[in-house]
């Protein structure tokens, strides 16, 4: 029984540790900068790793800092460049709606290719949309290709999806 309680209360917090995450406020990043240090050695990624809270990649150097911690970047000793005056501006910039309530709704096919069109026509710096052969009812395959800004080699990983059974 006292075990049973605690398991309940144990899953009880665990609920509403996710739904204080789930339905948090969203944090403002205004003013936050993001930069590309120059890691030369590892006491460099060290010492970026006491100045930013948030390193995204420790091999390229880059990292958000706070407006709070650009001061301490500087006086660092740190060569780095400056990608991104306001982290904010960037995500503003994902959230502005692509023409339509994408996920509240299902798409059919001319959905998803003006979907993926606006997506191309938002981000061309990251979208390409082509046309990779035809179905056998003469209609378009449509690949969307989904790069980086970096000129950095990453893995690749093809989705395959909106294939009709009988096509």
């Not at 309680?5 to 003013?31: C, M, P, Q, W």
């Not at 991104?84 to 059919?108: C, F, H, K, S």
């Amino acid at each position: 029984m006292i075990q049973q309680r605690k398991l309940l209360i144990a899953l009880i917090g665990i609920l509403v540790a996710s739904a204080t995450v789930a339905f948090g406020e969203r944090v403002d990043y205004t003013g936050h900068k993001t930069v590309r240090v120059d890691i030369q050695t590892r006491a460099d990624l060290e010492l970026l790793k006491t100045i930013s809270p948030d390193i995204w990649n420790e091999h390229l150097g880059d990292a958000g800092i706070p407006p709070d911690r650009m001061d301490e970047l500087q006086d660092s000793g740190l060569s780095f460049t400056v990608l991104q005056e306001n982290l904010q501006e960037l995500i503003d910039r994902e959230r502005i709606p692509v023409g339509r309530d994408t996920w509240d709704a299902y798409m059919d096919f001319d959905g998803i290719i003006s979907f993926i069109n606006d997506l191309e026509t938002l981000r061309p710096d990251l979208c390409e949309v082509s046309s990779i052969g035809t179905s056998i009812e003469g209609r378009d395959i449509w690949m969307l290709h989904i790069t980086s800004t970096t000129s950095t080699r990453k893995p690749e990983v093809f989705y395959e999806s909106l294939i009709h059974c009988r096509e």
